[in-house]
């Protein structure tokens, strides 16, 4: 007798449904047999048993449901017919169908599982399985050791492996495992730098022994130096090291690194799945590992640690065709129901499947999901499903498309494993995520080319080495068809509840632009216009001589090389230009090598301020200009190879390199080369480099006095002789391509609007970028960016799943800060959790954005000084930090009416009374006077009266002084020095101001709304002026990040 079907029935008696669970079918049966046991298991039921029959009662209120005759020594039910089956396992398959979805275990596993659990299966007889036999070859094992635990967390095996040849889409390349000796359960860690082993292992250690209610004991491991300081921070654990390069005895961490290994290589190889997604199969694996028995301990690692037994009805093929059920993420009720997806692993924390939608990268967690588990669209040899996702995306490599050897830790000697950690994303059903940095989301894959791409002509065979040297070639690439370009955009979010105001989970929402920038060498070159951007940007290199084709050197390093593409947009969103710019690959110089010095300085937004602020209460003229490949102007120190460029090979040379005359961007070194070509130009004409803002340069001549502001390329020339300016302006075109763009409008993502009072500075393009990778355009907006009295803490919350969307919106707000004064201490404040951010943090940042989405258009007002006076208002938060106690200094510097630097930081010590920190905090804001005075000193600009400071605390301003509180302030003496000098000389004064009045109480803590408002106001921070709403410069502003996927929930 064989099952053919296994699945859950109810029957309906009157009102009353009874569960049958666990249902067997078995087509020899000519009878439906029922136990009795198991149905009072699964129902609230009463069976009473008489001389002739039996009854089946509602346990609660006795009602009779059927009652049975006794014929023949059984009890006949005559029974309903029953509802469709509601949870139906579905049709026997093969086995080796099941050894594909377990993961490609061995054949001894699969089969076991298969007569153990009664799966159905029409034959348990296994074909050889080619990827198995591809990725499982290897080496006769040593002799096993016994174990000698006893309990859980006893011994704990752990290994780290890496570096991987190929970065995961994430950014990982090495990972760590951590294995129990009694159960062999496997935790597993994905990691980016080995310095941050000790942090991700009291991590684990903190969930593993609060979960298992067990402590760590042992723990055991390589020679390896990543695990040395463990000893150190846990000294209550033993720790056991292998001999030097003898890693077979950390034999079961080895072996569990070739088992995930070689499991994952035959996933990833039957389903053509795309390398960077590595690291999701291995997390997958590693999933399975713990469901699989093991055979040196006969049981299975999940079963005996949780004495729970694991569903296998759950399990399906990773890297087939999937289409989850997307109802809840559409728009409108005529959108499609579901989007095809490739099933690319099991969801941490839920229960259900991880979907990849291709052509967006983005990824749905949901448990209504359809799978087609002979389709894998990632397989470029599918014909049938060229047209799976119907979108045009860049290659991935693939397992089926070339070979990679990802090797195993048993050929390496233990003491030299190149063990890299960071803060890891677990991959097993029992540990926790562990927050990791800025994680990268590689670009769509196109999984099966259009018949119309043909590649580049094949290269011919090396010709004799040229006579002289050779400069850049002219060839352009082959023409070929346009492909239309057209990805679709959707919201993504991690389950499948109803969206609410704010969503659970989300996704970047965005609307797909008329015309996309590609991301690789090979959709560029479909298009006649980049091919075009391409040769512009290859004749520029050619006529500046930016290289000489050489032979390759046989003893340097070889630094590779990549196309950028960007369209450049007139401020009414229109396409101005196509720009290709060729980037060195930076990443592969080696420092001492082909670089050494990097460090180039750039303009500090307060001098920008500073002069700005000069200029309009001076009245002078203001223009803006642009170096047009900047780069390419510098002079190389160092010799430095570089391969020819993508598509633009020499077919005469095509196995020489290119050794670079000039900076290339890319180069770790070409921001500094590029610099001290563009001083000694300024320096030759006569400018002189300030000694306080190295980016600063002033000219003075005759009385009348010039002033040069530099970030890399961008440029601002200001100064009181028109005349003058012009002639400076020209010295700059005798010495570079430079596009003059007329008066300031846009400078740094900063949209500069004139008006009739002066400037007003915004950025509400980039504020609106911001919003919508965080799908928050659509927020309900707030009147202040935190509510008042919170106090964050690093304990307040639950883990995000993935803090790369905190990293990247609050780095982002930083930058937004430079026109929002009033969002810096609530910036400052959710930045201190970047190294571990929890649900509550990314509360208080939705706060934050909610705020900027009803202010967007608000910005920094600068406005023409008769008297341009430094003031200045200083304050602190008096041990606010609720984690350390430490306190916040703040400070609001003004020249004239206009605020022109400002700071919201924690202080780096504690502070034992309040005196003692506000005295911090006007140390800060005197060395900043001090600093402003020096700039302006150098301008020629003096001042009336010495800058006044005001503060709010009398024990801080008689300190500054006078003597008296010396004694109880001896630790503090460098800043007491300090601020004595500066006022025992003149060059400040400190005055005490009431706490209502202080405006840098903004700075220092959360406000309530009508005190936020009032203190905004004051530091001029002020929507655009009505009459200039309609001519705000909207301009392409910097980059902020990848796509977002992440946990975005409501928060008032």
């Known amino acids: 007798m064989t099952i053919s079907h296994i699945g859950n029935l109810s029957l309906n008696i009157s009102t009353f449904s009874i569960a049958l669970n666990d249902v067997l079918v078995v087509p020899q049966f000519t009878r439906n047999l029922l136990s009795l046991s198991k149905l009072l298991l699964d129902n609230s039921l009463l069976i009473e048993f008489f001389f002739s029959f039996c009854q089946i009662k509602d346990r609660q209120t006795k009602t009779l449901l059927i009652q049975a005759p006794l014929i023949s020594g059984l009890y006949i039910f005559s029974l309903p017919p029953s509802i469709p089956p509601k949870a139906l396992l579905g049709a026997r398959v093969s086995a080796d169908l099941w050894h594909a979805r377990f993961g490609h275990p061995s054949s001894s596993t699969t089969l076991h599982l298969l007569h153990a659990f009664s799966l159905p299966c029409s034959l348990h007889k296994m074909s050889l399985c080619s990827e198995c036999c591809m990725a499982k070859s290897h080496k006769l094992p040593f002799t096993s050791s016994t174990s000698l635990s006893h309990a859980p967390l006893e011994i704990v095996h752990s290994d780290l492996w890496g570096p991987s040849p190929v970065v995961s889409k994430d950014g990982y390349r090495y990972y760590v495992i951590f294995v129990d000796d009694f159960t062999h359960f496997t935790w597993l860690y994905f990691l980016r730098t080995k310095d941050e082993l000790p942090k991700v292992f009291a991590l684990f250690k903190q969930q593993v022994e609060n979960l298992l209610n067990h402590t760590i004991k042992i723990l055991r491991t390589d020679g390896g130096t990543e695990y040395?300081?463990?000893?150190?921070?846990?000294?209550?654990?033993?720790?056991?090291t292998t001999c030097p390069y003898t890693p077979q005895q950390n034999g079961l961490a080895e072996r569990m690194h070739r088992y995930i290994v070689e499991l994952s290589l035959a996933t990833m190889t039957h389903a053509s799945i795309p390398l960077p997604f590595w690291d999701e199969?291995?997390?997958?694996?590693?999933?399975?590992?713990?469901?699989?028995?093991?055979?040196?301990?006969?049981?299975?690692?999940?079963?005996?640690?949780?004495?729970?037994?694991?569903?296998?009805?759950?399990?399906?093929?990773?890297?087939?065709?999937?289409?989850?059920?997307?109802?809840?993420?559409?728009?409108?009720?005529?959108?499609?129901?579901?989007l095809p997806c490739v099933f690319i692993g099991y969801a941490y924390n839920q229960k259900g499947y991880k979907c990849l939608h291709v052509p967006t990268n983005r990824i749905y967690i949901s448990r209504h999901v359809t799978f087609d588990e002979t389709v894998f669209p990632f397989s470029t040899d599918v014909t049938s499903s060229s047209d799976?996702?119907?979108?045009?995306?860049?290659?991935?490599?693939?397992?089926?498309?070339?070979?990679?050897?990802?090797?195993?830790?048993?050929?390496?000697?233990?003491?030299?494993?190149?063990?890299?950690?960071?803060?890891?994303?677990?991959?097993?059903?029992?540990?926790?995520?562990?927050?990791a940095p800025v994680t990268f989301a590689p670009p769509a894959r196109q999984l099966n080319l259009p018949a119309d791409r043909t590649p580049l002509q094949t290269i011919p065979s090396d010709p004799p080495a040229p006579s002289s040297p050779v400069t850049a070639p002219t060839n352009t690439p082959a023409a070929a068809p346009v492909t239309s370009l057209h990805p679709m955009t959707t919201r993504t979010r991690d389950n499948t509840r109803r969206p609410r105001t704010f969503p659970d989970h989300v996704a970047l929402i965005s609307t797909a632009p008329t015309e996309t920038e590609p991301t690789t060498f090979r959709q560029a070159n479909q298009s006649s216009i980049?091919?075009?951007?391409?040769?512009?940007?290859?004749?520029?290199?050619?006529?500046?001589?930016?290289?000489?084709?050489?032979?390759?050197p046989t003893d340097h390093n070889i630094v590779g090389c990549k196309w950028v593409y960007r369209i450049k947009r007139h401020s009414d969103g229109s396409i101005e230009r196509y720009k290709a710019r060729l980037v060195a690959k930076g990443f592969t110089q080696e420092e001492g090598i082909d670089f050494f010095d990097t460090f180039s300085p750039v303009i500090r937004p307060m001098t920008i301020r500073l002069v700005l602020s000069l200029a309009l209460s001076l009245g002078w003229t203001i223009k803006q200009l642009d170096v047009q490949n900047a780069f390419l102007h510098g002079t190389l120190q160092e010799t430095v190879y570089m391969s020819q460029p993508p598509g633009f090979v020499d077919p005469s040379y095509p196995s020489h390199v290119c050794r670079l005359n000039k900076a290339l961007y890319g180069l770790k070194q070409s921001p500094r080369a590029w610099f001290h070509t563009l001083t000694s130009a300024l320096i030759?004409?006569?400018?002189?480099?300030?000694?306080?803002?190295?980016?600063?340069?002033?000219?003075?001549?005759?009385g009348s006095t010039i002033v040069v502001l530099v970030y890399v390329d961008d440029i601002i020339v200001t100064g009181d002789n028109s005349l003058l300016l012009s002639k400076a302006i020209q010295h700059l075109h005798s010495h570079f391509a430079i596009k003059d763009l007329g008066s300031l409008k846009f400078f740094l993502g900063i949209e500069v609007t004139s008006t009739s009072h002066g400037?007003?500075?915004?950025?509400?393009?980039?504020?609106?970028?911001?919003?919508?990778?965080?799908?928050?355009?659509?927020?309900?907006?707030?009147?202040?960016?935190?509510?008042?009295?919170?106090?964050?803490?690093?304990?307040?919350?639950?883990?995000?799943?993935?803090?790369?969307?905190?990293?990247?919106?609050?780095?982002?707000?930083?930058?937004?800060?430079?026109?929002?004064?009033?969002?810096?201490?609530?910036?400052?404040?959710?930045?201190?959790?970047?190294?571990?951010?929890?649900?509550?943090?990314?509360?208080?940042?939705?706060?934050?954005l909610r705020y900027i989405n009803g202010t967007l258009t608000h910005g920094l007002t600068l406005k023409p000084s008769t008297n341009p006076i430094l003031h200045a208002y200083s304050d602190s938060d008096w041990a606010g930090c609720k984690d350390d106690r430490r306190s916040t200094s703040g400070y609001a510097i003004f020249?004239?009416?206009?605020?022109?630097?400002?700071?919201?930081?924690?202080?780096?010590?504690?502070?034992?009374?309040?005196?003692?920190?506000?005295?911090?905090a006007l140390a800060l804001a005197s060395a900043e006077l001090v600093w402003l005075q020096f700039l302006l000193h150098e301008l020629h600009i003096s001042c009336p009266s010495s800058p006044i400071l005001w503060c709010d605390n009398i024990g801080a301003t008689f300190l500054a002084s006078n003597p008296m509180f010396h004694a109880r302030t001896k630790h503090v003496e460098i800043d007491y020095h300090f601020i004595r000098e500066k006022v025992q000389s003149k060059e400040l004064e400190i005055?005490?101001?009431?706490?209502?009045?202080?405006?840098a109480d903004i700075m220092t803590k959360p406000l309530t709304t009508p005190r936020f408002l009032l203190l905004r106001d004051k530091l001029t921070v002020t929507s655009v002026p009505f009459a200039c709403e309609g001519a705000v410069i909207i301009q392409e502003t910097m980059p902020i990040g990848d796509t977002v996927n992440q946990d975005n929930q409501d928060h008032l």
């Not at 040395?228 to 056991?240: A, C, D, G, N, V």
């Not at 005996?304 to 289409?323: A, E, H, I, N, W």
């Not at 091919?531 to 500046?544: F, G, P, T, V």
């Open 684 to 702: 030759a004409y006569g400018f002189c480099a300030s000694n306080y803002d190295p980016s600063l340069f002033v000219y003075h001549y005759a």
């Open 388 to 435: 799976t996702f119907g979108h045009t995306s860049p290659d991935y490599t693939t397992m089926g498309s070339q070979p990679l050897t990802l090797a195993s830790p048993l050929c390496t000697p233990s003491a030299q494993h190149q063990h890299i950690t960071t803060s890891p994303q677990q991959g097993s059903a029992t540990a926790h995520n562990i927050p």
């Open 228 to 240: 040395k300081p463990l000893s150190r921070l846990f000294p209550q654990i033993t720790y056991q």
């Open 991 to 999: 005055k005490f101001i009431c706490s209502k009045d202080q405006i």
């Open 895 to 920: 020249l004239g009416p206009n605020l022109i630097s400002w700071s919201a930081k924690k202080q780096t010590t504690v502070s034992r009374s309040s005196t003692e920190a506000e005295y911090r």
């Open 759 to 848: 400037f007003h500075l915004t950025q509400t393009k980039y504020l609106k970028d911001i919003l919508s990778r965080a799908n928050m355009l659509a927020s309900k907006p707030t009147a202040s960016p935190m509510v008042v009295n919170t106090s964050l803490s690093i304990h307040d919350g639950d883990p995000m799943e993935n803090p790369s969307l905190y990293r990247m919106i609050v780095g982002a707000l930083q930058y937004a800060t430079r026109t929002r004064p009033d969002i810096a201490f609530a910036v400052n404040k959710v930045s201190q959790f970047m190294h571990s951010p929890s649900t509550s943090h990314w509360d208080a940042v939705k706060r934050i």
């Open 281 to 338: 199969i291995f997390a997958s694996i590693v999933y399975l590992i713990n469901r699989l028995p093991s055979s040196s301990t006969k049981s299975i690692p999940f079963q005996k640690l949780f004495t729970t037994k694991p569903d296998y009805t759950f399990l399906r093929v990773l890297g087939c065709l999937c289409f989850p059920y997307l109802r809840p993420y559409n728009d409108h009720k005529l959108q499609q129901r579901s």
């Open 530 to 552: 980049w091919r075009a951007a391409m040769s512009q940007e290859i004749d520029a290199l050619a006529q500046n001589q930016t290289w000489t084709l050489v032979p390759p």
